[in-house]
């Protein structure tokens, strides 16, 4: 029998290249919140549009 376990999935809109560096940084950081607050049991999936311009 399969073990149930949690999927965490965090959809992103990255900010362009031509956004400011301090929206850029705010971006990263806010990312970086919501993976350290997923439980390290879960599975994290993180996708998006990362906007590699």
């Not at 809109?13 to 607050?37: V, W």
């Not at 993180?46 to 311009?53: E, F, P, R, V």
């Amino acid at each position: 029998m399969a073990t149930p376990f949690n999927i965490t999935v965090v959809n992103v809109y990255a900010p362009t290249s031509d956004a400011s560096r301090e929206d850029i940084e705010i971006f990263y950081d806010d990312l970086e919140d919501a993976i350290l607050k997923t439980p390290k049991k879960d599975m994290l999936i993180i996708t998006g549009d990362w906007n590699a311009k």
